[in-house]
């Protein structure tokens, strides 16, 4: 059996200034860096044999940092980067809300309707087929043991909704994952089973704010 452990990177500077990172890149703040040594903490007794990244700084910094001192080998895949939101990343979602609010709108409510070309962004339907496609190539290097994938909050909540059934349209249906969360995911037989989902018990004594 595989397990794969997906862990959203830690708080980001513009996690905290409530603006849209997507392939832009904010590095981790503080708190975000002391939530990751918590957390390495926590999962340093797991014998990872591998360990996948987005290849954006937040995501490997985050790797980094929780690999330690191991042996672990670091593979950077293009396809767990975060969704693409264009000419408005690096802006204050309130901006955006004033210059697209359609687009805005639909993009916290219906995934389905969402529509960023106006803004060169990337659609839900695109983000899910390079989602699937990076862990399609996963599930085939790996047979089994534990893995552990550093991502981003909208590509970790495309492929738990794959995991779970949901299609596009039940996209807002779960919450979105928080920032140095992890999420167990077994694989056997052709067939996903979600074990944990978004667990933050490392973070007991911490007040967890996050933001896409």
């Known amino acids: 059996m595989l397990k794969i452990h997906f862990i959203r990177h830690g708080q980001t ?14 590095s981790l703040t503080e708190e975000g860096i002391e939530q990751t040594k918590i957390l390495y903490e926590k999962i ?10 987005s290849p954006q700084g937040r995501a490997v910094q985050t790797a980094k940092i929780l690999r ?16 693409g939101f264009g000419n408005v990343e690096g802006i204050e979602k309130e901006r955006f809300k004033i210059k697209y609010p359609k687009p805005f ?3 916290w409510t219906d995934a389905i309707k969402y ?28 047979v089994s043991g534990n893995i552990m994938v550093v991502s981003h ?9 794959y995991v779970l059934g949901h299609g596009l349209d039940k996209f807002w249906v779960d919450p979105v994952p928080l920032n140095t969360s992890v999420t167990t995911v077994s ?17 007991d004594n911490i007040e967890v704010v996050s933001y896409i």
Do not use: C
């Open 13 to 26: 500077e513009w996690n905290i200034e409530k603006k849209l990172q997507g392939h832009l890149n904010s």
């Open 105 to 107: 709108m639909n993009l």
């Open 153 to 161: 909050g909208m590509i970790l909540k495309i492929i738990f909704g």
């Open 68 to 83: 330690g001192e191991r042996e672990i080998q670091i593979f950077k895949v293009e396809e767990f980067m975060e969704m």
């Open 115 to 142: 529509d960023p070309s106006a803004f060169g962004g990337e659609s839900f339907v695109e983000v899910k087929k390079r989602a699937l496609k990076g862990l399609e190539k996963l599930i085939k290097e790996n």
């Open 44 to 53: 340093k007794h797991i014998n990872f044999n591998k360990i996948y990244t």
């Open 187 to 203: 694989y056997s037989k052709n067939i996903f089973k979600m074990e944990i989902f978004s667990n933050v018990d490392h973070l």
